[in-house]
Nanobody
């Protein structure tokens, strides 16, 4: 089993930055695809960004391209999401997710393991 724990959320003004971290435990996630998804009130959970186990490929939702950067440190069993130029519409609970093997899924159903989420609130 893999346990995921997000941190780094908070309240920030529009235009500001936050860095989210997702620490994995239970087993190494070096062979897992990892992703960030988010869910705003009364909205479906949506894909934000994903990264292959090797870190050699990343994928972003159009809404965050050029503003967010996903990275991973397999030695630390941790994935990061650097969020810059934040907008009020980025306000959501951000979840870290994982799935063993290759590929980056863009739907919630793709992922097998989930963290509890961290709240990000961007004020205008």
């Amino acid at each position: 089993q893999v346990q995921l724990a997000e941190s780094g959320g908070g309240l920030v003004q529009a235009g500001g930055s936050l860095r989210l971290s997702c620490a994995a435990s239970g087993r190494t996630v070096s062979g897992y695809g990892m992703a960030w998804l988010r869910q705003a009130p009364v909205k479906e959970r949506e894909f934000v960004s994903g990264i292959l186990w090797s870190g050699s490929s990343t994928h972003y939702a159009d809404s965050v391209k050029g503003r967010f950067t996903i990275s991973r440190d397999n030695a630390k069993n941790t994935v990061y999401l650097q969020m810059n130029s934040l907008k009020p519409e980025d306000t959501a609970v951000y979840y870290c997710a994982a799935r063993a093997g290759a590929g980056i899924g863009t739907t919630s159903q793709w992922y097998d393991y989930w963290g509890q989420g961290t709240q990000v609130t961007v004020s205008s």
